[in-house]
């Protein structure tokens, strides 16, 4: 029996055997509804997937994505416009909310080697036949990092592999600094506006990211149009501004982009690089990295390239020129609103960009027609006299590329509105075949599992809970994972960092949020490149578009259980869990951090380095580190047990009806994780239990501020950071106190 | 400071140190020595060190590889004669032991591409202007696999790794057989020879085995002439005869190729390849591997050329032709043997083999000129009075590449007097810059813990000993190596598995062997190709030949201390603890086995691979396995503890002097470990403890009918095989208890 007939009749097993288990699903209750409410939902469900069309979802991805699209581009302003007709069209109230935003574009790219021999970047990516959409480029912005400072250089690379931290530390072993150097860095791993900032404080002039192809190139399968992989010449955009100091327009840092705002000097901005940077593709790295010579790198730097990979410093010379239009334009946010029926002052947001630095058809389009589904179907649905319960706001954020800028300049600037009303913010962004995956404030865990529990994946049959829980169980990367893949009641949603228009709303302001993908079975590398288009899309990502349609269930059917609930779903008990193991992780974080460093500590002092190390090599003994003391994590534990207590008592409410005073207090309880001082310098981030890490960039840091003063080696700070997180827990363990009595 | 200066510094500050731990060291009786016997021993060490000439020993290195030197070659002959020359000189009884071999060299080799497109592979090694050896090829055997069966094949390749067992139910895992294909597979990880006995064993009809670049090309280093590295049209050539079966000439399995041996037929001979079997180079690979197609490989199958690595089948094909002279050829051993002063009959041998697939700088020369320089010193210590106490024969083998065929004629020749007079068997082959790496019997293990500890390492002053724990401590692949390294009073020796011309003696006769190298801080790829030359070696392997002295010493002080001791220095404690770390590994990988068994039947049962899985893809679940039984390891425990009483009894025996008949008890003990009867399926060879793994083939098995039958599912087998091994340690332990009376 082949994979597809086996496939079948396993999905003909499973089906069969599924209409029990959905009858038993249909028999419980939806979390914040009672018997009837659950059916009514149920019904209205079943309602609102009738009304998602794969083949206008299809259409709209094609239309949307048919151009170039970024933001201040002819065909961003069209797109705008037409998603502003279609909301209106189908029921909404609908405005297109204007920020004047810095959005820096390309004047000058120039890249050439110096020395040894001479090579000129072409920095192009090629038209390719066989996808038309690859020719349609009169609007184009060519490849390059928004918010890179202008600049023109000339020294000698570094090989700094991808740019992190620890990079540094084995070219310190090396006796190898950047200082006066251009590096060179492989795109992955951190968020790329990473590697600048780092590269920038160690003392580089300049910064150049590629693309290896062994991350996501010709080393993991058939390259474009072949195959979903890079193409040679395509290069990765992206935008480098600082984010995890303040996403959003550099100019206005906590306040909206309104015409009439006090706006920074572009030379006092912070979140421009301190150094020109260029993303280049690996046809154009490869001439570079052939002429670089030094020390050969470890294995795990190597890349795909046919070359021996070296550290330099140099030989290879190479001149950099970037100059930049420093252009002010307009974002369109498209803001459509549905007035709630019961509680027209709560407020579920559900957003997805509609900028793409090209034709963006993965990037958000994918994410968007589904978004659009979903709010087409509830405007029908409103329509014949199911309007939810409370106010709806679809939005079709603009200037995300760049930095989150339309979102974040919208949540700042109706920030005193959206504190009082927002209930919680559901994100989407592109899309793909695969897994669901959910990432998000803890309180909202429990909904989630019970909404993929209810929705079908569309390759097997079962549940996208079911099916996710079968893909941890086979390759979780522990063994927490794997048994809790088959034991725990839901799965655990991932904690956010950043990389979508979340972040305002609960980094910044506390809203419970959500963002929500499937994903893991097209993994490719047309993200930002020309090659996200339509054809691309429709032939490697999701034929069809059944992922786009499930991803529509899963965010609708999550949006309209927020928006009809008696009781908002939020619970505690699964916060606390995960809260308990964010702790438990940062006591072991401490621990190693503390062994190895004696470990490493004695092996220097007893000259065990300069005995076993190759003398004829430069690599020397690492650096010797401080000893890492003992920190006060009782508070904590103290704070944790408490609001145990309080969650296990609030368990017994959760399937009641509540006011609006108590739903005021759950949704407003995220509010209570957030303080305002903010993060250790980066006063724009709150929120105390979810962070972007500073030298990660889009990868979450929880208990940002415990745990980055430890791994930064910040060891005085850490007891005045547990005492804030205790505090804030101490205060949302009080709130669930009140809610429980 | 730069890492020489910091080096210069280390070196006099540990040297300053070491005096006085020199002093304390001589203070300290030798193993088997008394007092005054130890400080003759360590005068005449001492005296044997000044003797050792790395000047002339590079000379001899330039001329015994200066051409070609296979067995049957004119340089080989020549070598041979020039080896008997300087024996003869030094004072020893020299004779020229020849025997009639069969020798199988290339008449046709012949590889194309046949579809798509076409391509023919040059098979060809690059002289290189650099490397004046590389033009001088009068004599040169091209690349080729010796012990191919002839044949003429065409089919569709299909890539297997690594061509072992695991890669094979990848295979399995994507729905893809080798039945009636061609597998072409990567150098490395296994002995070149288990790649088309099991591509065999699976129904391919041919076999490719080449050098992908990611393991000893560019992804490693500079490549040759700029670094060591393998050249792009190198290729490793090498026997592929199932020396896992016998090794030797293929013709006379167990005894001597005199002329007038009984032969088998070439027809019958089983350790010729059951299909034609070709070593290429990776400029010759990279077009075949770049027409495949199919399923993309795994992660961590992936090599070194800039493309996508597919696992066929085709639609690549392949058309394979080769025949091979199928000749008789002498194989020339020198014997070189200088008559004990005391003990006669009791022999300690000392060898190297001197053949080489071309001229064999590294392989075999670089270990050999250490061997030269070891007899002469003891040949001129002998002239002035202080002859060994114990026989001592340097043999330099010839037909070693082969299949240590040399030495396994010798030793099957001579069987009955080894097994009566052979009191140990000191290997060596190749050798270069870096650590001590020492493999053997471990009744020998204390004896080279005394010897590494008094030799010092030519880059850091320490002993190489120190050197090596240092090593290991820093980058042991696991905790108990890491503490053993910082702790044990000994280092462990490794267990032997083959792959040189320790196997006869150690595997077919039970004589304890120990095997000595120096190696890891330059490695290359220039193991049996066209650039294994004295330019290569000089440069780039050990230049001034600093570690060529250092392996004289520890070779030479090895058998010295064998030769001239009191009591000879054989115990058993650290026997005991390692054969005791054996068990303990196969009770671990028995249970590993079993759970990861049922863990993998459960998941299939379950259906998760099914959900799991990608279903456009190939990719399958594994097949379910029969349960693993739990095993009687009761009656090995109940051994062990008694070895382990008597070895600790014998512990206060190891300084005095012993008896002939003591003596001959503790050299014929390693013959207690082998059983008349052999390994199942291979009765030549006879030990019990260690053996070339089945299907990894130099890569050792301990107590291997044991292990061998858990891992290869016979599990009938176990507990007989348990019982075999019992009862081999039961005799061992009644023997060292007589010697402990």
Do not use: C
């Not at 931290?165 to 951190?190: N, T």
């Amino acid at each position: 029996m082949n994979r597809s007939a086996k496939t079948l009749a396993l999905s003909i097993s499973l089906i069969s055997g599924l209409a029990s288990t959905q009858s038993l699903l249909a028999a419980e209750t939806l979390l914040g509804f009672d018997a009837a409410g659950s059916a009514a939902q149920r019904a209205l469900e079943a309602d609102f997937d009738s009304r998602i069309d794969a083949r206008e979802m299809e259409a709209w991805l094609r239309d949307l994505s048919f151009e170039p699209h970024h933001v201040g581009s002819p065909k961003g302003y069209a797109n705008a416009q037409r998603l502003a007709e279609l909301f209106t069209s189908w029921g909404y109230a609908t405005e297109i909310a204007e920020y004047e935003i810095l959005f820096p574009t390309p004047k000058t790219r120039e890249l050439e080697l110096v020395s040894p021999g001479s090579f000129t970047a072409s920095l192009t990516e090629e038209a390719l036949d066989e996808d038309p959409s690859t020719s349609r480029t009169q609007d184009l912005l060519p490849p390059y990092n928004a918010f890179s400072r202008d600049g023109e250089v000339e020294a000698e690379l570094v090989f700094v592999n991808y740019g992190m931290p620890a990079d540094y530390e084995v070219l310190e072993r090396h006796g190898i600094s950047v200082e006066g150097k251009i590096a060179i860095a492989k795109y992955g791993r951190s968020w790329r506006g990473i590697k600048p900032k780092l590269a920038g404080e160690k003392g580089a002039i300049g910064t150049l990211i590629y693309s290896d192809p062994l991350d996501d190139g010709y080393g993991q399968g058939e390259t474009y149009p072949q195959g979903p992989f890079k193409h040679e010449s395509a290069v990765q955009r992206g935008s480098v501004m600082d984010m995890p100091t303040y996403p959003g327009d550099v100019l206005t840092p906590g306040i909206g982009a309104t015409p009439d705002a006090v706006r920074l000097d572009r030379a006092d901005a912070p979140t421009i690089t301190e150094i020109p940077v260029l993303p280049i593709s690996h046809k154009d790295a490869m001439p570079l990295l052939a002429a670089m010579g030094g020390d050969v790198v470890p294995a795990e730097w190597r890349g795909g390239l046919p070359i021996t990979y070296h550290m330099g410093p140099g030989p290879a010379r190479v001149r950099l020129k970037l100059e930049f239009n420093w252009t002010m334009v307009t974002a369109y946010n498209v803001i459509a609103r549905l007035e709630g029926s019961e509680f027209p002052d709560e407020w579920v947001i559900r957003g997805n960009h509609h900028d793409g630095w090209n034709h963006g058809a993965a990037d958000p389009i994918s994410g968007l027609v589904a978004l659009m589904a979903e709010a087409k179907a509830v405007g029908e649905l409103a329509q014949a006299g199911n309007a939810p319960a409370r106010t709806l706001i679809y939005a079709a954020w603009d200037a995300e590329e760049p930095g989150l800028i339309g979102s974040t300049e919208w949540v700042e600037h109706h920030a005193a509105e959206l504190s009082e009303h927002a209930v919680a913010y559901l994100n989407t962004d592109g899309n793909s075949r695969g897994f669901i995956n959910i990432g998000g404030s803890h309180t909202l865990e429990k909904l989630m599992g019970g909404v993929t529990a209810d929705v079908i994946d569309p390759q097997t049959g079962v549940s996208v809970d079911a099916r996710r829980r079968a893909m941890l169980t086979l390759e979780g990367s522990n063994a927490r994972i794997k048994n809790e893949a088959k034991n725990r009641a839901q799965l655990r949603i991932s904690p956010l960092g950043s990389g979508s228009d979340y972040t305002p709303f609960l980094q910044h302001l506390g809203i419970a949020s959500i963002n929500i993908a499937f994903g893991g079975e097209a993994q490719d590398g047309s993200y930002h490149t020309l090659y996200d288009t339509y054809e691309h899309y429709l032939k490697f990502r999701d034929p069809g578009l059944y992922y786009g349609v499930a991803l529509a269930q899963v965010a609708g059917r999550a949006t309209l259980r927020i928006a009809n609930a008696q009781r908002l779903p939020f619970e505690f008990a699964g916060l606390t869990d995960n809260i308990a193991l964010y702790l438990s992780e940062i006591e072991a974080l401490t621990d190693a951090l503390r062994s190895g460093t004696e470990d490493t500590n004695s092996l220097i002092d007893a000259g065990t380095y300069d005995l076993a190390l190759d003398p004829t090599k430069n690599l020397g003994a690492p650096s010797s580190n401080q000893p890492v003391p003992y920190f006060n994590f009782a508070r904590l534990h103290n704070a944790l047990t408490r609001l145990d207590a309080a969650a296990t008592a609030y368990e017994g409410k959760v399937d009641q009806p509540a006011s609006a005073e108590v739903n005021r207090l759950l949704y407003s309880s995220e509010r209570l994780l957030t303080r305002g001082h903010g993060l250790a310098g980066r006063p724009w981030f709150k929120h105390h239990l979810y962070a972007p890490g500073f030298y990660t960039g889009y990868g979450v840091k929880t208990l940002p501020g415990v745990r980055e003063s430890i791994e930064q080696l910040q060891f005085d700070a850490v007891d005045e950071q547990i005492v804030i997180a205790a505090q804030m827990i101490e205060e949302l363990a009080a709130r669930v106190e009140d809610l429980s009595r």
